[in-house]
């Protein structure tokens, strides 16, 4: 089978990897469509993503969905699939009954060790030994999915509601991740809310903040073409970050979802953000020490929180694109698999994409 693989900072190939049956507890999952991540970007451009660093080849890819292709021997398995590999990790499994082969289906990217003080608290998303699809966090690497081929846990393992297509379905991840920062929010009913930074990711915070009921959803980026589907989205205002003179900036926010991972946009939210309001941090940011307006954050009793991944936001966010949430404008390019350097250049380009697709069944 191929795979899109990373070896390093700028060095992205399609190579042949082998394929192997599926294990106990495991299903295998033929990869049809997966969404470039911000993440992937990182690891192809500066071989790194914050403080998780290449160490050694990785298959990219998290955001996957395709068709069920095989179903594994009953019994526990491991906890974790290698995504193209033995599927040999961490953890435990809960024996599931798979879907039958042929079944369109999402994958749930994470794995959390289930024990844990955070497991054990109802946050699996913060557990500390999770093994993540194309993570390079642990070593060895959790191999991701962009592969044509992937064998997972079977409890990671979403069929798609009727009348979801798998081109929506692909957004089910980074929605998740969106439906977090939102319910990190709090209550967003009414509300008038600042988003800072317009990729995929913060506009599907604007389409989740959209359902929610908030009453003003502004939008600030660099450029106008993200800004563009912020709007068609749901956002109720945009600014350009580099026009400080917009009206805009001359109000408060009751809350502020930071999603453009730049020192700059954390500024923006913290300065914007009204007494006692919050403020949450979802883009990762470089790594090292990014300066806060510490200051802000204690005279106006700030609420900073942070928003990392996700966990039963998964099946929310199925459920939202089935009942037709408006996200479509967000999906802009798909490449075959064999473009895939040329997929990861124009999905860098924000001026001309937002959410770029890998196509593995075209090889």
């Known amino acids: 089978m191929r795979a899109c693989v990373v070896h390093g900072a700028g060095d992205l190939r399609v190579e042949d990897r082998q394929s192997f049956e599926p294990g106990p507890g495991q299903t295998a999952v033929a990869v049809a469509l997966g969404g470039i991540c911000g993440t992937d970007l990182h690891y192809y451009h500066q071989g790194r993503v914050g403080d998780f660093a290449v160490r050694e080849p990785m298959v990219l890819g998290h955001e996957v969905v395709g068709h069920v292709a095989a179903v594994g021997p009953d019994g526990p398995g491991p906890g974790t699939g290698t995504g193209t590999g033995?599927?040999?990790?961490?953890?435990?499994?809960?024996?599931?009954?798979?879907?039958?082969?042929?079944?369109?289906?999402?994958?749930?990217?994470?794995?959390?060790?289930?024990?844990?003080?955070?497991?054990?608290?109802?946050?699996?998303?913060?557990?500390?030994?999770?093994?993540?699809?194309?993570?390079?966090?642990?070593?060895?690497?959790?191999?991701?999915?962009?592969?044509?081929?992937?064998?997972?846990?079977?409890e990671q393992i979403r069929p798609l509601p009727p009348g979801l297509s798998l081109r929506r379905a692909v957004l089910a991840e980074p929605l998740s991740v969106a439906l977090h920062a939102v319910h990190r929010a709090g209550e967003v009913r009414g509300k008038r809310v600042l988003v800072t930074g317009a990729g995929p990711i913060g506009c599907l915070v604007v389409a989740a903040l959209r359902h929610g009921g908030a009453a003003e959803i502004v939008v600030s980026d660099l450029f106008d073409e993200p800004l563009d589907i912020a709007t068609a989205v749901g956002a109720t205002a945009t600014a350009r970050a580099d026009r400080t003179g917009d009206p805009v900036w001359a109000t408060l926010f009751d809350i502020a979802v930071e999603a453009s991972g730049a020192p700059a946009g954390l500024r923006t939210c913290v300065e914007r953000v009204r007494r006692g309001g919050t403020a949450v941090l979802l883009g990762l940011l470089p790594p090292g020490e990014v300066g806060l307006l510490g200051n802000v954050a204690v005279t106006r009793e700030l609420e900073l929180r942070g928003a990392f991944r996700f966990d039963t936001e998964f099946d929310e966010a199925l459920s939202l694109l089935a009942q037709g949430l408006p996200v479509d404008p967000i999906v802009t390019h798909t490449f075959p698999l064999a473009r895939s350097v040329a997929a990861f250049g124009t999905a860098q380009d924000r001026t001309v994409a937002s959410k770029v697709l890998l196509d593995l069944s075209a090889g």
């Open 86 to 154: 033995t599927g040999t990790g961490t953890g435990t499994s809960v024996t599931q009954t798979a879907p039958a082969v042929g079944t369109a289906v999402a994958i749930h990217p994470a794995t959390p060790c289930g024990t844990c003080p955070e497991c054990a608290g109802g946050r699996r998303n913060i557990c500390g030994h999770t093994r993540y699809l194309g993570s390079a966090a642990h070593t060895p690497h959790v191999q991701g999915g962009f592969a044509q081929l992937i064998n997972v846990p079977a």
